[in-house]
C-alpha cells in the first residue's frame, strides 16, 4: 500500500471512531431528551430517573475495569466491534421495555457496553498515529460526543413526535450494527506495531503507578461535570427557563457546538506549542491550566434571565471541559505506550464514572430540597483548577514514551 493510500485510511480510522463516539452519546443521551415524555406515560420521578442514569454510570464504571484491559488483551479491532454491537442492541432493548426495572436493565447493558468506547478512541489515537500526530487527532475524535450531543436534541424530539419515542431508540441502534460491518471492513498498518495484538498487561503494576493515579484523579474531577451536564442540562433549561421539550432542543444544541469546538482546540493547541519548541510538559500543562480558567465563570448561570445566555455560559463551561478532557486523553498517550492506553483509560474512566454518580445523585437531593442547581454549579466551576493541581503534584515533569515505548528526554521547562 503507498504512503498516500495509508495516510487516507488511517484518517478514515478517525472517523470511524468518530462516529462510534457520536453514536455513543446518541445512545446515551436519548434517555434525559425524551425525560418528560417517558415521565408523563410511564409516571416517573426525578428519583426514578436519577436512579436510572446512576445504573448506567455504576455499570459503565464498573465495564471500565475490564474495558480497558480487554481491549489491549483481545485486540482493538475486535474488541471494538464487540463493543459497538453490543452497545447497540441494548440501545434497541428500550423499545421493548414498560418498567422503570426494564429501563434500568436496559440502562446496565448499555452503559457496560458503552465503556469500551473511551479505551478504544484513544488505544486508536496511539496505534494508528505518532507522538506529534496524536494531540489532533484525539481532538478531532473527542468532538464526537458534542457532535452527537448536537444532533440528538435537534433530531430525537422530532423523530419521537413523529414516530413515536421507541423510534428513537431503534434508529440509533441500527446504525451502531451498520457501523460494525464498515469497521471490520477496513485495515490500515499501525504506527506502534504492537498495540493492535492482543498483549498481556501487568495490571496490578498500572494500578500503583502515579501517573495513572494522576490521570485516575484528572477524570474523576472532569468526568463528574460533563455527565451531570449530559444527565441534567435539559432539565436545568426546563426548570429554571420554562423551557418545554419542544424548544428545550436548541439551546441544549448551543452548548454542545461550543463543547465541540473545546475539543478542537485542546488538540490543536499543545500540538501547536510542541510545533513551536514547546517540551510536551509546558504544552500540556499551560493547555489545561487555560481550560481550567475557562470553565470558572460556569456559576453566572445563577445570575442571567435568559437561557441563551445561560446556554452561552454552560457553553463555555463545556468548551473547558472538552478542551481539558482531550489533554487528559493525550497525557495518557504521552505517558504510556500504546499496549497500555487502553488499560490506563479504562482504570481512570472507572474511577470518573463511579464517582460521576455521587453528583448525578446530588442533583436530584439538591432538586428535591430547594437548593436548585447552585450547589451543581459552583463544584463544575472548580474542579478543573484542583485536577491541574493533583497532575502537577504527582507528575512535575512530563516525559513522554517514543513510538516504541521507550521513555524519551526531553529538552525545555
Known sequence: MTDTAQERRRWIIVALVFFAIMLNYVDRQILALLKPTLEAEFRWSDGDYANMISAFQFAAAVAFLGTGWFIDRVGLRLGFALGV??????????ALVATVGGFVASRVVLGAAESIGTPAAVKTAATYFTQKERSMALGIGNTAPNIGAIITPLVIPALAVAFGWKAAFLVAGGLGLVWVVVWLMVRVEPVAADAVKPAPIKWLSLVRDRKTLAIAIAKV????????????????????FGLPQGTVGLPVALVYVMAACGALTGGWLPTRMMAAGWSVNRARKTTMLLYALLILPVIGVLFVDSAWAAAGLLGLGLFAHQGFSTNVFGLATDLFPARAVGSTIGIAAFCGNMWSIVLIQLAAVSLAHGYGYGPLLAICSCSYLLALGFVHLLIPEIVPVADDGEQVLVMGH
Open 85 to 94: 454491537g453490543i452497545w447497540s442492541l441494548a440501545g434497541m432493548a428500550h
Open 221 to 240: 474531577l472532569s468526568d463528574q461535570v460533563w455527565f451531570f451536564m449530559l444527565a441534567w442540562l435539559p432539565d436545568l433549561f426546563h426548570r429554571m
